[in-house]
């Protein structure tokens, strides 16, 4: 493996989170709070090893694959263990790991807390927590490529081993224009949400805090509360239709910008997961009707905010659905699996993932009963090859595998079934909260350190889709070419 080129991209990714952290900074000044030290040191110790790294000098431009996923999956761990250092020397978290598991919770846009009193918590640590939600939500290397596209070699690789899904690929012939068109889109709705959330009547700090959350669908929140803490109907929709609108694949609003509105609609991942979002709000809306005294319009607020909320991975709560029936809990713990599009800042197996099985389920049923018939698997009009099929199979059957490796250590704690599996399926599906004692007005202090860990790994497991991580742990790739 070269390297050299890998270290390279690692300290401009790193010079990067030092820059990125300049606004916490700001903010801690603004306040005159007590943070501003941590941040200080912090942004002058990550952003002098990156100034050191990203100047390596390497021979020739040769990114591989295999140094594209080994960089991937080392800048998100190094990241988030740097990214948590304000959290750790400003002691708002005094343990270094409860610290590194807030932070990477925030760069997968997982939004599982460790943080009990979140409303003590200063103004600055709460932007860089909520931030960490928008920076991970389309990815610091896609925003990296954007920005220094000469970080060397073949940057498709970074973008490939970063995007979620199963074949994501260039918006335009050169993929740092792509990188460039993804983040204006990102940008702009995420200053949409801001401003609605202003005109409605929010503060514009707590807006630019719930926006992040929203864009990244990430879930941190600055209210023990969530959401629910201002009982704000206005407040509710933006948020629901904004968490609904990231779980959507991005490239679809790049086809819509270029007028190509058929594409967008018929989109057979988006009417999938409009699909079971829709049946998922109406059969819910029906079953819990009675929980609000058989108010239609709060039952369907409530029941529409919490199903975008899940499904796209979010975790933002306006009611506690800990309290609500188990068929109603049975489905949400159906779209915490499924999750949202790929290509989407959305968690979860992604729907496309879905539909695709789905496909080929009945392309084998047709086979057995129709053996010399031939027929080929297509979405959208293209066929599905075979390696992509091999690819979901296997990213199903490791998906699986680490959930059941990641249930056996948590159980060590000995909490309930449905605390020790949610908190599994809330971490490795980037979605936040789960049942019972990490509900959504519960959180995650009470595990063990060895359990933190465990899910510290399901969250970058999950963000990254595994395979990436798991590079790092194989011999061969750290030896010379």
């Not at 509105?261 to 829709?278: A, D, R, T």
């Amino acid at each position: 493996m070269n390297k050299r080129i890998t270290l390279k991209v690692l300290g401009t990714v790193l010079f990067w989170e030092a820059i990125l952290m300049l606004p916490s900074l700001i903010i801690a000044i603004i306040d005159n709070s007590s943070e501003i030290n941590s941040f200080i040191i912090s942004i002058v110790f990550i952003g002098s090893i990156g100034f050191i790294a990203k100047n390596i000098k390497i021979n020739g431009n040769i990114m591989r694959k295999r140094e594209g996923y080994a960089a991937v999956a080392l800048c998100w761990l190094v990241m988030s263990l740097m990214g948590a250092l304000p959290f750790y020397i400003s002691g708002s978290i005094p343990s270094y790991i409860d610290a590194v598991f807030e932070t990477v919770s925030g760069f997968t846009t997982t939004g599982s807390s460790i943080v009990r009193d979140i409303e003590s918590m200063p103004r600055g640590l709460l932007f860089w927590r909520s931030f960490t939600h928008w920076i991970g939500g389309m990815g610091i290397l896609v925003l990296t490529i954007g920005l220094v596209p000469s970080i060397g070699g073949r940057p498709l690789f970074l973008m490939k081993a970063e995007s979620p899904g199963p074949t994501p690929g260039k918006l335009v012939p050169k993929i740092t224009e792509s990188s460039k068109i993804l983040y204006i889109i990102y940008t702009v709705m995420t200053i949409i949400v801001i401003v609605l959330l202003i005109i409605a009547g929010m503060p514009i700090f707590n807006s630019f805090i719930y926006a992040f959350g929203t864009a990244g669908t990430g879930g941190f929140a600055m209210d023990a509360l969530s959401v629910g803490a201002y009982d704000n109907p206005w407040f509710d929709w933006i948020i629901t239709v904004g968490m609904f609108l990231f779980g959507v694949n991005f490239t679809l609003y790049f086809l819509l910008i270029r007028g190509y509105w058929k594409s967008f609609i018929k989109n057979g991942e988006f009417k999938l997961y409009l699909l079971y979002v829709l049946a998922a709000i109406l059969l819910i809306f029906i079953n819990v009707l009675p929980n609000f005294n058989y108010n239609i319009p709060e039952t369907l607020r409530h029941t529409s905010f919490t199903v975008a909320s899940l499904v796209s991975t979010t975790g933002y709560a306006t009611t506690d659905f800990n309290i609500w029936p188990m068929f109603s809990k049975a489905i949400l713990l159906c779209l915490m699996f499924f999750g949202a599009c790929a290509g989407s800042t959305g968690g979860g197996v992604k729907s496309i993932r879905i539909l695709i099985l789905v496909k080929y389920m009945f392309y084998e049923i047709k086979h057995t009963i129709h053996p010399n018939s031939i027929q080929t698997i297509k979405v959208d009009g293209k066929s599905i090859d075979n390696d992509t099929l091999k690819s979901i199979m296997i990213f199903f059957f490791m998906y699986i595998i680490t959930i059941i490796i990641a249930i056996i250590i948590v159980s060590l704690d000995n909490f309930d079934f449905m605390t020790t599996f949610s908190s599994v399926m809330a971490t490795i599906s980037n979605i936040g909260p789960g049942f019972e004692l990490v509900g959504p007005l519960g959180n995650f202090a009470d595990f063990s350190n060895l359990s933190k860990i465990t899910m510290i790994l399901c969250m970058l497991l999950g963000r990254l889709e595994i395979i990436p991580v798991l590079t790092l742990f194989s011999p061969s790739i750290w030896k010379k070419n």
